[in-house]
């Protein structure tokens, strides 16, 4: 019975993370569409993606301590419930500028289930069963961008508004499955009152701490090297690669295959291996993809295969990564855990927001773009990780 309450809270934590790729992911093959039916061009729609990310991005800074002060699941049915209604209008949008304003509120109001679940995942867990579960979650959560593209281009045989309807339904079960099993792990009486002054105090103590800085960058840097390539995907698959809006899957099944298999290993090595050697090993195998993918572009011609395949294996490297780096930081504040769970996924969609706004446009008209913009974010995300306690534990 244990196990299976445990293995119920672990399915619903991962479906409130994984809300934020099916935002992202599933309306991607419908890009071309909206462009005709919305009468916008491809920078208009590819921005819907930016006007998601950089509210999304600041909202992570207070979801985390508004679940603080009022509880983990009133902070769900509030954020989850607004989603709803923001993908409904999404769905009705007549034209690029109200889809515009409806992203805003999917940003606003998405984050609340990604923040509110990593600081579940410690608050109901502790130790290696803590670095399992976490990895668990985020394996499960890296199904989502694999799954999201396909489904996607199923809808999108029914009509692009299915999409966003699928978005709200898929939130609102997901917040029905939160507040039947998931237990409100903030009581009262530890509650945090929630002020501007509380608020910008905590983030001070947060912010404030190298450790935790250099923690959540190299978080926020090493997915970022991998995630260019799904903001850029209607175009890298499409036009680089010759595939149509309907195979997606080509790209996504195998990166997330990679991040899955990253997951497990992470799992694996939960309480037999240290967690400095795990990281260690994780950078120098996406040092090595990564180069790879790089020469790759530099020497051939672009296939689906020996294009997307580097990126799935990196994948493998960043997975592994994730939970130990996650933890620690977590780990660092544990009396605000929520506003540190917020900074965390703020400094994580920060980056993303400047992929998806400034960096892909830049670089998404050749592969090689692409190949360099991973390599610089990775040696970004090795230099603030070399500096931490962790990397240098031996």
Known sequence: MMKSTSTTLVLVLASLTALAPFAIDTYLPAFFTLEQALG????????????????????????????????????????????????IGCALAP????????????????????????????????????????ATVQMLFG?????????GGLLLGIHWQAIFLFLALYAALSLWAAMRYLPETVPVDKRMPLSAKRVW???????????????????????????????????????????????????????????????????????RWSSALVVRSAYAWMALLATLNLLICLNLPAEVLSNIAPIALFNIGMAAAVPILSLA??????????????????????????????????????????????????????????GTALYRKT
């Open 201 to 271: 105090s905590s983030y001070g103590q947060v912010f404030g701490d190298a450790e935790f800085r250099r923690l959540c960058f190299a978080i926020g840097a090493n997915f970022s090297a991998f995630f260019i390539y799904v903001l850029a995907s209607p175009v890298f698959l499409i036009r680089h690669l010759g595939l149509d809006e309907h195979q997606f899957g080509y790209m996504f099944v195998p990166t997330v295959c990679g991040m899955i298999l990253g997951s497990w290993l992470a799992r694996l090595a939960a309480g």
């Open 40 to 87: 916008g061009s491809s920078l208009q729609i590819q921005q819907s993606l930016t006007f998601y990310l950089v509210p999304y991005a600041l909202m992570t800074l207070w979801h985390g301590a508004i679940s603080d002060a009022i509880g983990r699941i009133r902070t769900l049915q509030i954020g989850l419930g607004v989603f709803v209604l923001a993908s």
């Open 95 to 134: 034209n690029v500028e109200t889809l515009w304003f409806f992203r805003v509120l999917q940003g606003v109001s998405g984050g609340a289930g990604n923040v509110v679940a990593r600081a579940m995942v410690r608050d109901l867990f502790e130790g290696a069963q803590a670095q399992r579960v976490m």
């Open 329 to 386: 930081a977590l780990d660092r504040h544990p009396r605000i855990r929520g506003t540190a769970a917020s900074a965390q996924a703020f400094m994580q969609m920060l980056l993303s927001s400047l992929s998806a706004g400034l960096i892909v446009p830049l670089v998404w008209d050749h592969p090689v773009g692409l190949a360099v913009a991973m390599l610089v974010y990775l040696l970004l995300g090795w230099l603030a990780m070399r």
């Open 143 to 151: 199904i989502a961008p694999a799954v999201a593209p396909m489904i």
